[in-house]
């Protein structure tokens, strides 16, 4: 079993709506989570990491975290063809490496 | 802004040949990771260092070896290339400073062995 699991999608959405993607974790000593964005060809990029249980928001953004349930989702507000991409979901368990998930792919629909 | 960079973005190399990829950053980052991203597979480590001339393996560090000298460097060595090494090479830096964890990742190159 993956340390990391994502919701496998693919995930299609009107342009918009909202996005849901979620994510859960097997080591309950993970401390901080992180969720990339990749386009198709490209590296993956940083979106936003969150550490703490609760809500954290950043632009259309929304990274939410419930450690009792071990589970980390993001939610894309006013989805945007641009947001179009793999969204990957990392957790950290120790000082150096990330556990990450397999991704999941999102299209927002014009 | 960090920057991660690597010395190719494409290349093409024939079997058994030695392969040598490079990545340097610029935020004086302790960590240095490198992967391999395939359809279907996700991201792999292959190996990672936590500081100059430190290396650990990864995930799949078969078929591959690192070398760390400077601390802005990070080399990824195939000692004799195979088709299946055709892949999407990614480097990735991070700090144990403030927002530790957090990696950035260069541009990739993509591989491909003949």
């Known amino acids: 079993q993956k340390e990391v699991e994502q919701n496998s999608g693919p995930l299609s959405v009107p342009e918009g709506a909202i996005a849901s993607l979620n994510c859960t974790y097997s080591?309950?000593?993970?401390?901080?989570f992180f969720w990339y964005r990749q386009y198709s060809g490209k590296s993956p990029e940083l979106i936003m990491f969150?550490?703490?249980?609760g809500d954290k928001e950043d632009g259309r953004f929304t990274a939410q975290l419930n450690k009792a349930s071990q589970y980390v989702s993001l939610l894309i507000r006013d989805s945007q063809p641009s947001d179009s991409a793999t969204y990957l979901c990392a957790g950290r368990s120790n000082d150096y490496k990330l556990s990450f998930g397999a991704g999941t792919t999102v299209t927002v629909r014009a | 802004d960090v920057k991660v960079t690597q010395s190719s973005r494409y290349l093409v190399k024939r079997t058994g040949e030695k392969v040598f990829l490079e990545c340097v950053q610029d935020?004086?980052?302790?960590?240095m990771f490198w992967y391999r991203q395939d359809p279907g597979l996700g991201l792999r480590l292959i190996y990672f260092?936590?500081?100059?001339?430190?290396?650990e393996k990864g995930d799949i560090p078969e078929g591959y070896s690192v070398s760390r000298e400077k601390k802005e460097r990070f080399s990824l060595i195939l000692e004799s290339a195979s088709t299946n090494q055709t892949s999407m090479y990614l480097c990735?830096?991070?700090?144990?400073?403030?927002?530790?964890?957090?990696?950035?990742f260069g541009p990739g190159t993509r591989l491909t062995v003949l």
């Open positions: 969150i550490y703490s249980n």
């Open positions: 260092s936590y500081d100059v001339k430190m290396k």
């Open positions: 080591d309950r000593g993970s401390q901080s």
């Open positions: 990735a830096s991070s700090s144990r400073g403030p927002f530790k964890g957090t990696q950035y």
């Open positions: 935020m004086d980052h302790e960590n």
